[in-house]
């Protein structure tokens, strides 16, 4: 409750004053060029598909009686990450952000259409706003950033789990996070509102964890 209002505050501040010149300045010092960075939006991308199919996998083994302390714990952050996607979903969609660069996704509406849309991208076209209930398509999901919202809601309960990864995990996140900036897959803004979320799911999973609830 003490994390809202200060990212809200802190979300808000970013969109004010620093996305828009920050996603300028890099695009023309090149720094959104360089193709080694796009590597760390690849972890994000994998972890959700893998969660889901660890549940299916632990399931089924509960059901022979099967599956220790830890194999609980790690379903208990699939589970979370899992709830905390369909939060993000549910985020991006109301407040319809466009991305500082051009995505590839037609849409059904332009698919229909027989035309495909502009890019919604602010280096591209110069185009940027929130669209309230809009972003049923790509274009129009960029806030919060999902990829941030997978990456703490997995990285902070497995720091509870292993504490010799804490420092390892931690420079993950923040090389991530700057990753995901420099690269202008998401604004500042986003990766803000996106850690919020995020670490909210993670601190769930840890307190279940440590609760030692089945």
């Known amino acids: 409750m003490f994390g809202l209002p200060l990212a809200f505050l802190a979300s808000m501040a970013c969109i004010r004053w620093l996305d828009l010149p920050a996603a300028t300045w890099i695009h023309r010092h090149g720094l959104d060029t360089y193709p080694w960075m796009l590597q760390f939006l690849s972890a994000p991308i994998l972890i959700a598909p893998g969660a889901a199919l660890f549940l299916v996998v632990h399931a089924i083994r509960r059901g022979y009686g ?16 899992l709830v905390a996607l369909a939060v993000k979903d549910m985020l991006k969609r109301a407040f ?10 037609p849409g059904p ?34 806030f919060p950033s999902g990829s941030t919202v997978v990456l703490l809601a997995t990285v902070l309960p497995l720091m509870a789990l292993y504490p010799r990864l804490r420092l390892p995990l931690a420079i993950f996140s923040l090389v991530s996070f700057c990753a995901y900036v420099l690269t202008n897959t998401h604004f500042i803004g986003d990766v803000v509102a996106g850690a919020y979320v995020g670490a909210v799911a993670g601190m769930i999973a840890t307190a279940t964890i440590r609760s030692g609830r089945p």
């Open 109 to 142: 509406e332009a698919i229909s259409s027989g035309c495909s849309p502009s890019s919604l991208g602010y280096i591209n076209d110069g185009l940027h706003g929130f669209h309230a209930f809009a972003g049923v398509t790509k274009p129009y999901q960029a």
């Open 66 to 81: 099967r599956g220790g302390q830890v194999e609980r714990a790690y379903a208990v952050i699939a589970a979370t990450l």
């Open 96 to 105: 319809g952000r466009t991305w500082p660069r051009n995505v590839v996704d």
